[in-house]
């Protein structure tokens, strides 16, 4: 099956900082999804993005589905950004994602 | 709209007992799914539904059943309990014309004793 891969799977920064988080995935994807798992184990939503680029606010993404991949831009991180980011695929012909293992982000004042 | 929203949100069981979580949804939505999360790990789908009465195997079915018997609601059974099931429990929803944009509950963790 497919493997959905993320990188670093730990990272720790100062506020203020920014950080780059990268999905890779090792077939053809019908969609990609980022969410983030912030500290109380809730999962939300950031961006649906098949392809291109999205922005909302501090954090843009950028899917290259023919290179098999996905960037989360994190700028000015602040501690209420920490958490764990996972990145989850869509199949051609499914309804079902497939998630990542994700990556811990720590962001200390 | 309340959006998805899980009943109980802990729940304490010992081994050999059943439990159902409740998972509800408000947006219409026509497919939902139940995943598990262990520590340290994405989530694996358990089950999933495409529609009111209908249910569908996922990656880690067994040791647990589902029903849909209304559209907003999807419920996960766990028959005899095992320490192994100990686990978060999260439901999530979708809409049939983009079932990949799903929609996640907030949670229930399970902890089987």
């Known amino acids: 099956g497919i493997q959905v891969e993320q990188s670093p799977p730990d990272l720790i920064l100062q506020e203020g900082a920014n950080s780059t988080l990268r999905c890779n995935f090792s077939d053809s994807v019908n969609n990609l999804q980022w969410f983030h798992q912030n500290p109380w184990g809730q999962l939300i939503n950031l961006f649906y993005?098949?392809?291109g680029t999205k922005q909302n606010g501090r954090l843009s993404a950028t899917t290259v589905a023919t290179e098999r991949y996905s960037l989360l831009y994190i700028s000015s991180s602040q501690t209420t950004d920490s958490g764990v980011y996972f990145c989850a695929v869509g199949l051609y012909n499914t309804d079902k994602l497939i998630f990542g293992t994700g990556t811990r982000l720590q962001v200390f004042p | 709209n309340a959006g998805v929203t899980q009943t109980p949100k802990f729940r304490v069981l010992k081994t050999g007992q059943s439990m159902t979580l409740l998972c509800a949804q408000d947006m219409n939505h026509e497919y939902m799914y139940w995943y598990r999360q262990d520590p340290g790990m994405g989530l694996r789908l358990i089950h999933y539904?495409?529609?009111?009465?209908?249910?569908a195997k996922g990656e880690v079915p067994d040791g647990y059943n589902v029903s849909r018997l209304k559209k907003q609601n999807f419920l996960l059974g766990l028959e005899s309990a095992a320490p192994s099931q100990t686990s978060v429990y999260f439901c999530?929803?979708?809409?049939?014309?983009?079932?990949?944009?799903?929609?996640f509950g907030p949670g229930t963790r399970l902890t089987v004793l």
């Open positions: 999530a929803s979708s809409y049939v014309g983009d079932p990949n944009e799903q929609f």
């Open positions: 539904s495409v529609g009111e009465g209908t249910t």
């Open positions: 993005i098949p392809s």
